[in-house]
């Protein structure tokens, strides 16, 4: 098969979330199958970056993104039509006449069986297509609505509050009429694929979970003394920043009121003085991590933690954790849409009082800590290693070009 791929962003190095999604599967499509990829980058130092990729892909076309509107009158503008036509105004952040232009000279000179659009707000450049819709895929690795709608829940009265309402609110009417435009799109998750089923039920869709390389990851033994929280997440993504607040916050000190010697290690890009300003005795800020060294910080801990009260799709980090045999205390958002069990293969809750007291219970209690990760480490084994994952996504494919 001929794919062409078209992203918000080049997935290398696959540092998080859609990066490293689109990273395995690259790798592995590659092996029979053309890969084209076309991607946004920052700068020429991203190009660079970018060479790995080459050995997977037949092809790889950064497009250096640049503001089409810089003056306040003409973004001004350009958010009223957005508001006109009834698009979301986050999708601005990813429109580039150069990125039109380029996905129409590619699809002008070359034949593909199948081309992949990431995120819904990357989707309106389906129009740069010129009619050749017919193999157009849309992967939605959110439901933007619910994750704003979600992140609106949870922030304080403020300017943005006010846009994240907006969003969720455009979104909820737009993400489901611009899916319909493709022949296929590809949720996370069943919950997600039924959110948008709900408002066009006609709609083609699969779930294609997250997953993780299970044949890189060397399970580890059970670390009995260990007293140490690991949270790992991007905190330039809002939810990641408010679960690693609200977590250092309110449920932290009801844990140390009961358990002495508890640290807690937030390790993930950080841009924002409200993390930093976290970093006490007991908490550690480590900011972003090459992949290779987070073994260690697995090893060194007793439990990984998602707080999460926003958001939407699959989380990575609860399937890293578990490939590790690290058990999970998650809320009920934070590991939605995986197949998982409370008490089971996971700890869920959602109180700060009931999650402080999951964590107590997992760090009193050796042998449920290893009965969870035991579990939780055969389920991801199974059901979400990388290989499976792919093989599934060549299925949808071979489909869509039998129709």
Same mark, same amino acid.
């Given at each position: 098969m001929n794919i062409l791929i078209i992203s918000n962003s080049i997935p290398y190095p696959p540092s998080d979330g859609d990066k490293i999604r689109n990273f395995e599967l690259i790798k592995r499509l590659g092996r029979e199958h053309k890969i084209g990829l076309v991607g946004f980058v920052n700068s020429d130092h991203d190009i660079k970056n970018a060479g790995p990729l080459k050995e997977f892909c037949d092809f790889v076309e950064p497009v250096v993104f640049e503001e089409d509107y810089k003056s306040l009158l003409k973004r001004a503008k350009r958010a009223f039509a957005y508001l006109v036509?009834?698009?979301?105004?986050?999708?601005?952040? !990813?429109? %580039?006449? &150069?990125? $039109?232009?380029?996905?129409?000279?590619?699809?002008?000179?070359?034949?593909?069986?199948?081309?992949?659009?990431?995120?819904?707000?990357?989707?309106?450049?389906?129009?740069?297509?010129?009619?050749?819709?017919?193999?157009?895929?849309?992967?939605?690795?959110n439901i933007e609505a619910l994750k704003f709608k979600t992140m609106f829940k949870i922030e304080p009265f403020s300017l943005d509050k006010l846009r994240f309402f907006l969003n969720a609110l455009m979104y909820k009417?737009?993400?489901?009429?611009?899916?319909?435009?493709?022949?296929?799109?590809? !949720?996370? %998750?069943? &919950?997600? $694929?039924?959110?948008?089923?709900?408002?066009?039920?006609?709609?083609?869709i699969q779930a294609i979970p997250n997953?993780?390389?299970?044949?890189?990851i060397r399970p580890l033994s059970l670390n009995k003394d260990s007293k140490t929280l690991l949270f790992v997440g991007k905190m330039t993504y809002q939810p990641n920043r408010d679960a690693a607040i609200y977590f250092c916050r309110r449920i932290l000190p009801l844990i140390k009121k009961r358990v002495s010697g508890v640290k807690v290690l937030l390790v993930g890009n950080n841009s924002s003085p409200e993390i930093s300003d976290l970093a006490s005795f007991d908490i550690e800020v480590l900011g972003l991590l090459p992949r290779q060294d987070l073994a260690r910080y697995y090893e060194d801990s007793a439990m990984t933690i998602v707080p999460l009260r926003a958001g939407s799709g699959t989380r990575f980090k609860i399937l890293e954790s578990m490939a590790y045999k690290r058990p999970v205390v998650s809320t009920s958002i934070g590991c939605e849409g995986l197949g998982v069990r409370n008490r089971q293969n996971i700890l869920i809750a959602d109180k700060p009082q009931d999650f402080a007291g999951a964590v107590i219970e997992l760090l009193s209690d050796p042998g449920l800590r290893e009965e969870i990760s035991e579990n939780a480490c055969r389920l991801v084994r199974q059901k979400y290693d990388w290989d499976v994952i792919a093989e599934n996504l060549i299925t949808l494919y071979r489909g869509i070009i039998k129709q």
């Open positions: 036509r009834g698009e979301p105004l986050y999708n601005r952040w !990813t429109w %580039s006449a &150069d990125m $039109a232009k380029k996905i129409t000279e590619i699809v002008n000179k070359r034949h593909f069986d199948i081309i992949q659009f990431e995120h819904s707000y990357m989707a309106s450049y389906i129009y740069s297509l010129n009619g050749k819709k017919s193999a157009a895929v849309l992967t939605l690795h009417n737009w993400e489901p009429k611009i899916a319909d435009k493709f022949v296929q799109s590809v !949720t996370m %998750s069943d &919950d997600d $694929a039924q959110a948008l089923k709900r408002k066009m039920p006609g709609l083609r997953g993780v390389d299970t044949k890189s």
